[in-house]
C-alpha cells in the first residue's frame, strides 16, 4: 500500500489557489448581478465585505475555516 506525501506547505498553496478563485467568483458582475446579499454587504461597508461573512458561505468553509488564510487569498488577487 504506498500513501503519497504531500508536503502541508503545498497544501496551504492549493487551498490559497482555490479560495482566491472562489472570492473572485463572488465579485464576478455576472454573480453580483444576482446576489442581493454581496450587494447589501458591500453597500454597508464602503464597497468591501467583512471576511467573517464568507466563513458563513458553505463553499468557503468546505475549504477553510481559517480568516487569515481568506485574507491571504484576497491580497494575492489582481482581481479583487
Not at 482566491?20 to 455576472?30: H, K, P, V
Not at 463553499?59 to 481568506?70: C, F, G, N, S
Request: hydrophobic share 45%.
Amino acid at each position: 500500500f504506498f500513501r503519497a506525501f504531500v508536503h502541508p506547505c503545498r497544501i496551504l498553496l492549493m487551498e490559497i489557489d482555490q479560495l482566491q478563485r472562489q472570492l473572485e467568483f463572488y465579485f464576478s458582475d455576472a454573480a453580483l448581478s444576482r446576489d442581493k446579499f454581496m450587494r447589501q454587504q458591500m453597500s454597508e461597508n464602503d464597497g468591501g465585505v467583512p471576511v467573517s461573512v464568507f466563513l458563513r458561505f458553505n463553499k468557503v468553509r468546505a475549504l477553510t475555516q481559517d480568516m487569515e488564510a481568506i485574507k491571504v487569498a484576497a491580497s494575492q488577487s489582481q482581481k479583487l
